[in-house]
């Protein structure tokens, strides 16, 4: 269902690729200015958007590319799982550098205070009843339980990260369950989390999703690095025995 927030540039994300450009402080990668330069890189390679984490980032892609932006803010809190824009001080700040969308955590774990997402979801509706939101799910009920609350785009971005997730691949029986999130959800699917690979990306696009976000391989080369790594291991391995 695309509702009236949605504008042109938004709507050409459908079918398309979303890159993320993220690297946190711990990461070789960490620059606003090269997560920029990632953001350029991917609109050069054919991409349709960006996700991006945090006020600086963002604002330094906007200043190369003019992408429609998934903004996040990640916050670790001491005693609380989520960490994908947890509370409206993160909505706040993301609010100065206007993402296109803003994406936060719609799993069943409670934020600070005891907040569930949907207290969460209302505050941050009536504040800003015109932002696009995106809710980054784990399960099938929390995306199905989002898509009732009204979130813009239902998003599969905490599979297998969550404890009710744990185990779960979301490729497993050609993508089961992107495929029972698409059977019942009113709004835009967006697939995310594990799609690593170009046959990944094409199929759920193939299977109905709006878009799709690829982060790690296309933006950390360490995790490609250590890919190619574990694979010549495994050979040596197989070699010797």
């Known amino acids: 269902m695309m509702n009236e927030r949605m504008d042109e540039k938004v709507r050409q994300l459908k079918g398309r690729l979303i890159v993320s450009c993220q690297a946190l402080?711990?990461?070789?990668?960490?620059?606003?200015?090269?997560?920029?330069?990632?953001?350029?890189?991917?609109?050069?390679?054919g991409a349709g958007g960006i996700r991006a984490n945090s006020v600086e980032?963002?604002?330094?892609?906007?200043?190369?590319?003019?992408?429609?932006?998934?903004?996040?803010?990640?916050r670790e809190i001491a005693g609380c799982s989520v960490y994908i824009?947890?509370?409206m001080e993160e909505v706040d700040r993301l609010m100065e550098v206007k993402p296109e969308i803003i994406a936060m955590d719609a799993t069943e774990d409670v934020r600070p205070g005891g907040v569930t997402i949907d207290g969460f979801y209302r505050e941050v509706r009536r504040k800003y009843p015109g932002q696009l939101l995106m809710a980054d799910c784990s399960t099938e009920a929390e995306a199905l339980h989002a898509d009732a609350?009204?979130?813009?785009?239902?998003?599969?971005?905490?599979?297998?990260?969550?404890?009710?997730?744990?185990?779960?691949?979301?490729?497993?029986?050609?993508?089961?369950?992107?495929?029972?999130?698409?059977?019942?959800?009113?709004?835009?699917?967006?697939?995310?989390?594990?799609?690593?690979?170009?046959?990944?990306?094409?199929?759920?696009?193939?299977?109905?999703?709006?878009?799709?976000?690829?982060?790690?391989?296309?933006?950390?080369?360490?995790?490609?690095?250590?890919?190619?790594?574990?694979?010549m291991e495994e050979e040596k391995e197989v070699s010797v025995l």
Not at 68 to 73: E, Y
Not at 201 to 221: C, D, K, W
């Open 25 to 45: 402080p711990e990461e070789p990668l960490h620059s606003s200015f090269i997560m920029g330069r990632m953001a350029l890189a991917a609109k050069e390679g």
């Open 85 to 87: 824009t947890p509370t």
């Open 57 to 74: 980032d963002i604002a330094q892609i906007r200043r190369v590319v003019d992408l429609p932006i998934i903004g996040i803010i990640k």
């Open 149 to 231: 609350l009204g979130f813009d785009f239902i998003g599969t971005t905490l599979t297998g990260y969550t404890r009710q997730s744990r185990g779960v691949r979301i490729e497993e029986d050609d993508f089961a369950l992107l495929r029972r999130i698409l059977a019942k959800a009113a709004h835009p699917v967006i697939a995310e989390g594990n799609i690593n690979t170009p046959e990944k990306a094409r199929r759920v696009i193939e299977l109905g999703a709006f878009s799709v976000v690829v982060g790690s391989m296309i933006t950390r080369p360490q995790v490609i690095t250590r890919a190619f790594v574990s694979a």
